[in-house]
């Protein structure tokens, strides 16, 4: 029988198949809607719109049906749209599926996360990092396998519908081990807690999270620009960028867990935040194409650990006596995050159009930078909660 662990780990790859699936289709969806780039990008804005509006109700759909109910459904959910992105005739018709699959995929991040912190508090130890080195492996699994089905004409609905399928045969072979975390009317009642919104430890980790995010879309949308633009470096080898960003922050979240367990949350945050923001700095200001992409691969590297952590430590934010809890904070740091998504590729588009494009990606090494000062900070505002907790007991 197939354990949580491997279950969860599973999960988290098929959420990044799913969106390494239909990415690379776009200039396919393109060319077959006759959609200019301004009509497109505003279809394509509905999946993170979708993602935004899921995440921020997710948690409290958990915690009503369980972890396990959700992952099932929001897995299937994500099945079904992938193959309507490919059907689409029309670009709002594209918008409309991409709202839906968006907040599929959505759901699924947050509860894949909340079954993940479950599966930790089991083991007893952190392993956050491992589950999303599977994203990023699933990532580029799906990503080269939709390479593959453009090179042999395949149109996109047929492509995104056997991936669907694909993702439905996965899920059902791992279906025994998902974890089966209680509905909320099923435990104990929660115990009193300050309101979201007014514990400082939740916004520091948010703004973790959403830093990490604005630097990890940055590399994904611009990296490529980049060294066309400022180290004149070929189209087809500046499109490398992002896979040596990606490749060294899949591999680097495998060692994650031992790093946050050997040196601490905090000090594994402090030291990524300063490897990506050198990184990106790096790529950014030094007019050697070589440097470039050594400074993608640092910042992949440094922002390995930054999101998993942000919501492992979310999740022990929200521990409750009985050992369960922490939906709630979960989905509240990861519907920041998504905002991070959502409006730092047009904010550093802006930036790049009223200075360049090296100056936005300082600015975006400076922000991961700044992962270092909330991670400090997001310490000590636990390390108070804690001892409020204990002085009134």
Same mark, same amino acid.
């Given at each position: 029988?197939? *354990?949580?662990?491997?279950?969860?780990?599973?999960?988290?790859?098929?959420?990044g198949?799913?969106?390494?699936?239909?990415?690379?289709?776009?200039?396919?969806?393109?060319?077959r809607?006759?959609?200019?780039?301004?009509?497109?990008?505003l279809?394509?804005?509905?999946g993170?719109?979708?993602?935004v509006?899921?995440a921020?109700?997710s948690?409290r759909?958990?915690?009503?049906?369980?972890t396990?109910?959700?992952i099932?459904?929001?897995?299937?959910?994500?099945?079904?749209?992938?193959?309507f992105?490919?059907?689409?005739? $029309?670009?709002?018709a594209?918008?409309?599926?991409?709202?839906?699959l968006?907040?599929s995929?959505?759901?699924l991040?947050?509860?894949m996360?909340?079954g993940?912190?479950?599966?930790?508090?089991?083991?007893?130890?952190?392993?956050?990092?491992?589950?999303?080195?599977?994203?990023?492996?699933?990532?580029?699994i799906?990503?080269?396998?939709?390479?593959?089905?453009?090179a042999?004409q395949w149109?996109?609905?047929?492509?995104?519908l056997?991936?669907?399928?694909?993702?439905?045969?996965?899920?059902?072979?791992?279906?025994?081990?998902?974890?089966?975390?209680?509905?909320?009317?099923e435990?104990?009642?929660?115990?009193?807690?300050?309101?979201?919104?007014?514990?400082?430890v939740?916004?520091l980790?948010?703004?973790?999270?959403?830093?990490?995010?604005?630097?990890?879309?940055?590399?994904?949308?611009?990296?490529?620009?980049l060294?066309?633009?400022?180290?004149?470096?070929?189209?087809?080898?500046?499109?490398?960028?992002?896979?040596?960003?990606?490749?060294?922050?899949?591999?680097t979240?495998?060692?994650?867990?031992?790093?946050?367990?050997?040196?601490?949350?905090?000090?594994?945050?402090?030291?990524?935040?300063?490897?990506?923001?050198?990184?990106?700095?790096?790529a950014?200001v030094?007019?050697?194409?070589g440097?470039?992409?050594?400074?993608?691969?640092?910042? *992949?590297?440094?922002?390995?650990?930054s999101?998993?952590?942000?919501? $492992?430590?979310?999740?022990?934010?929200?521990?409750?006596?009985d050992?369960?809890?922490g939906?709630?904070?979960?989905?509240?740091?990861?519907t920041?995050?998504?905002?991070?998504?959502?409006?730092?590729?047009?904010?550093?588009?802006?930036?790049?159009?009223?200075?360049?494009?090296?100056? $936005?990606?300082?600015?975006?090494g400076?922000?991961?930078?700044?992962i270092?000062?909330?991670?400090?900070?997001?310490?000590?505002?636990?390390?108070?909660?804690?001892?409020?907790a204990?002085a009134?007991?």
């Amino acid at each position: 029988m197939v *354990g949580d662990r491997v279950a969860v780990f599973v999960v988290f790859a098929l959420n990044g198949a799913a969106y390494g699936s239909w990415a690379p289709r776009v200039p396919a969806l393109a060319e077959r809607l006759h959609a200019a780039p301004g009509s497109l990008g505003l279809a394509l804005l509905g999946g993170s719109i979708g993602m935004v509006v899921a995440a921020s109700m997710s948690g409290r759909l958990v915690e009503r049906f369980g972890t396990r109910t959700a992952i099932i459904a929001s897995t299937l959910l994500t099945c079904v749209f992938l193959p309507f992105v490919g059907a689409a005739g $029309s670009v709002p018709a594209l918008g409309f599926v991409m709202f839906g699959l968006g907040a599929s995929v959505g759901a699924l991040d947050v509860s894949m996360n909340i079954g993940a912190v479950g599966v930790e508090r089991r083991l007893g130890r952190a392993i956050m990092p491992f589950f999303h080195a599977g994203f990023s492996f699933g990532g580029l699994i799906a990503s080269s396998a939709a390479g593959l089905a453009a090179a042999h004409q395949w149109s996109p609905f047929r492509h995104l519908l056997v991936a669907g399928a694909v993702v439905l045969i996965a899920l059902l072979l791992v279906l025994p081990g998902l974890p089966r975390a209680a509905p909320r009317a099923e435990r104990a009642a929660p115990i009193a807690r300050t309101a979201l919104v007014r514990r400082p430890v939740l916004w520091l980790l948010a703004a973790i999270a959403l830093c990490s995010a604005i630097a990890e879309g940055a590399s994904s949308d611009w990296s490529a620009l980049l060294l066309v633009t400022a180290q004149h470096v070929g189209q087809a080898a500046a499109a490398l960028a992002f896979a040596v960003f990606s490749l060294t922050m899949a591999v680097t979240r495998l060692g994650g867990a031992w790093a946050q367990n050997r040196f601490g949350p905090v000090r594994t945050l402090v030291a990524g935040a300063a490897l990506a923001g050198l990184g990106l700095v790096l790529a950014a200001v030094v007019p050697v194409a070589g440097l470039a992409f050594a400074g993608f691969g640092l910042a *992949g590297a440094g922002l390995a650990a930054s999101f998993p952590i942000a919501l $492992s430590l979310a999740g022990a934010a929200g521990k409750r006596a009985d050992g369960s809890g922490g939906e709630r904070e979960i989905a509240f740091v990861t519907t920041i995050a998504y905002s991070g998504f959502l409006a730092g590729p047009p904010v550093i588009g802006g930036i790049a159009q009223l200075s360049s494009l090296p100056v $936005s990606f300082v600015l975006v090494g400076f922000l991961a930078a700044l992962i270092a000062p909330a991670a400090v900070g997001a310490g000590r505002a636990r390390h108070r909660e804690l001892t409020a907790a204990t002085a009134a007991v």
